[in-house]
């Protein structure tokens, strides 16, 4: 038996929840992972799992070990970066979640330029707007916008992202260029929907001019949980759509959509990473937020305002706790 596997696979079991999950995360086979768990429960003679056929859960003694095994491995992967070769060139697997447009607008144009200073960091990128499982999933960390709503995941705030409000000129020639939020209501507007991932019902959205203040959910007649999905909808004449300015920007320059509602104001929505607490900070990852950060600095910075009324993050390894919603991400 190799410690070593049999200690990761002991711990993926545990986050998983399942063997089945785990072996599919490590890319094993799910008989290996059992055989794992098992010599290691043998080398110590304790039970370290409850197996039923519909969840796995610790026993005492299982997670009194779990805590310690998490550390060992944290400790473990320190000193390979304490190294000054490894810690000169962070290397390893990180898996993370992004948002689809962040990730084919923003990050992937830039990422030449990661690989180029970390070449010995393999991306396993998740490109998505669904609600991701950290642990479940074993990733590493998630990108997200929205506000924080669960302290049981750590956060650093990247990035605010400005939201305007747009449509298609085939759209407004046929449907007339809404004066009011509220015009959306009327029978001859529709917006495209979102869907909240969270939720799985169309997000509404609040605007505001001076005083007046109107949260506008608007009819629809198609509605999607993907920001690519959602953007090519709005440019099909589908309807009225709320975007952030980076999404945008191209298409209003080639005359493709046209804002709507100047003179209203939508919040900003924040940028987050997020990741599970008992996820050690290793150096992969601290340069992989970095860059994110910095990235973002150039494409959506957070403003004076809205940096005063935020939690100071710090750097990664203390960061504000919280979970963010998925909402128009």
């Known amino acids: 038996m190799d410690r070593f596997d049999a200690l990761r696979a002991f711990v993926r079991v545990v986050e998983a929840g399942s063997f089945t999950k785990a072996a599919q995360t490590l890319h094993m086979n799910k008989t290996s992972v059992t055989q794992l768990v098992q010599q290691l429960e043998a080398r110590l003679r304790v039970k370290l799992l409850n197996r039923t056929t519909r969840r796995v859960g610790l026993t005492a003694d299982g997670a009194a070990y779990y805590e310690r095994v998490v550390r060992v491995l944290a400790d473990l992967e320190d000193a390979d970066t304490s190294l000054s070769g490894a810690a000169a060139s962070p290397r390893g697997r990180l898996r993370v979640d992004v948002p689809s447009p962040l990730a084919r607008l923003i990050l992937m144009p830039a990422l030449p330029a990661f690989h180029a200073r970390y070449p010995e960091i393999q991306l396993d990128m998740g490109v998505s707007d669904r609600m991701v499982d950290l642990i479940g999933d074993n990733v590493d960390c998630v990108l997200r916008g929205g506000e924080l709503t669960d302290s049981s995941l750590l956060a650093r705030r990247v990035g605010e992202l400005q939201l305007g409000v747009y449509a298609a ?65 709005g440019l099909a004449g589908m309807g009225v759509l709320w975007l952030p300015h980076y999404m945008a920007k191209a298409h209003v320059a080639r005359g493709e959509l046209v804002p709507v509602f100047a003179d209203w104001h939508v919040e900003p929505m924040p940028l987050y990473i997020a990741f599970p607490p008992n996820r050690h900070v290793s150096a992969k990852l601290r340069v992989f937020v970095d860059w994110v950060a910095a990235l973002m600095l150039q494409h959506a910075p957070v403003s004076a305002r809205a940096d005063r009324h935020a939690p100071r993050t710090g750097d990664t390894s203390d960061p504000p706790q919280g979970r963010p919603s998925s909402a128009l991400r």
Do not use: K
């Open 169 to 233: 000129p085939g759209y407004l020639e046929q449907a007339g260029t809404p004066a009011h939020p509220r015009d959306l209501e009327d029978t001859h507007q529709r917006i495209v929907g979102f869907l909240s991932a969270r939720s799985g019902r169309v997000v509404r959205i609040t605007m505001r001019r001076q005083t007046e203040q109107v949260e506008v959910q608007g009819r629809y007649v198609v509605a999607v949980d993907d920001g690519n999905a959602y953007l090519a909808a």
